[in-house]
């Protein structure tokens, strides 16, 4: 009993007498962010029990704020390059925090290894907290990490399988794409087929299922195909749809590098846009106005979808429940549709 009584009580102690990590321990230690109310009180009772002793100075180090927030893309890096979109968002983010004095760190989290190192670089204490970009359904297991510690988090578009537990800022991406399909029917398209984009993200089932729903009984499932919001994926799709040979007059692709990809494969196949068939995007990315046609689209504040993240974030952060929005889009009609 001698070694026993003489040796000074550890965090692994307090773990192991209060049956949570020894991560949930520091972190009660440090002041109690990021952790629930049973877990900390456990890990309290744990203290007393163990008789575990809190360093003072180290206590006073690790409290104090980090004051930097996460950007955290959970895509590859070449998507980080290929889609104008998170360059929006990053610098828009960006410009909302400098407001404030805080800086914006890029966290890459496309593979396990990323998700890892991501993972422990937010709960080690380097940033306030994370703003979540392109959540793909099944790639998330990380974020259920994050979660459980209560590492404030907003994210862009709805985080499926989180949608009740993380703050979200998200474009109305069914009534968007309704609208889009009801322009390309009313301006006489009769057969209109679709790029749909992945079924793992919110953005691309939203969009799917109001095409699927303005359509109604005119839907035919031969003229859905699938793509993953790459250019390629666009030109593949339109191959496909070309290849199946059921006739079509118009596309909708779930966004606009989708829909410069299928642009490229009609005039390859000497189709004429928007003659023979009218092709529309979603984003109103900068490439819709770079291709020939100019593409219509459905334009989404990225702007000020990512200065809304910004807000609701610092608002957690604060200690406020997380909040969830949802931004109006708008028809931007030019010469492909």
Not at 60 to 75: Q, Y
Not at 116 to 139: P, Q
Not at 140 to 159: K, N, T
Not at 268 to 285: K, N, Q, T
Request: proline share 4%.
């Amino acid at each position: 009993m001698g070694d026993q009584a003489r040796k000074r009580p550890t965090i692994e102690d307090v773990a192991r007498e209060s049956g949570v990590s020894r991560g949930t321990v520091s972190r009660v230690l440090n002041g109690g962010h990021w952790v629930s109310p049973d877990a900390r009180t456990a890990v309290e009772a744990a203290i007393k029990k163990t008789g575990y002793r809190i360093n003072p100075h180290a206590r006073n180090l690790a409290t104090a704020r980090a004051n930097s927030i996460a950007f955290l893309l959970t895509e590859s890096h070449d998507r980080l390059f290929e889609d104008p979109n998170f360059s929006v968002l990053m610098r828009s983010a960006a410009a909302a925090l400098a407001e404030r004095d805080l800086p914006l760190v890029l966290l890459m989290a496309g593979s396990d290894d990323e998700q890892r190192r991501a993972t422990e670089f937010i709960m080690g204490g380097h940033v306030d907290g994370a703003l979540l970009v392109s959540s793909h359904r099944g790639r998330e297991g990380f974020l259920a990490d994050l979660v459980a510690a209560e590492v404030p988090i907003v994210a862009c578009g709805v985080p499926l399988g989180y949608e009740r537990k993380v703050g979200y800022v998200a474009a109305d991406d069914y009534e968007g794409a309704r609208d889009l399909v009801a322009y390309l029917r009313d301006s006489g398209r009769q057969a209109i087929a679709t790029i749909t984009g992945p079924s793992d993200t919110s953005g691309g089932t939203q969009r799917l299922e109001a095409y699927r729903v303005e359509l109604g009984d005119a839907f035919d499932d031969r003229l859905v195909v699938e793509g993953d919001y790459s250019r390629t994926s666009g030109e593949r799709g339109m191959r496909e749809l070309i290849a199946r040979g059921v006739p079509f007059d118009a596309v909708f692709a779930a966004n606009d590098a989708m829909a410069a990809g299928a642009l490229d494969v009609l005039r390859e196949a000497g189709l004429r846009v928007p003659d023979d068939v009218a092709v529309a995007g979603f984003d109103d990315a900068p490439i819709a106005q770079r291709v020939e046609p100019e593409l219509t689209t459905m334009r989404q504040p990225f702007d000020r979808i990512a200065r809304e993240m910004v807000r609701l974030l610092l608002d957690v952060i604060d200690g406020q429940p997380a909040a969830r929005m949802t931004m109006p889009t708008e028809l931007v009609v030019r010469e492909s549709a």
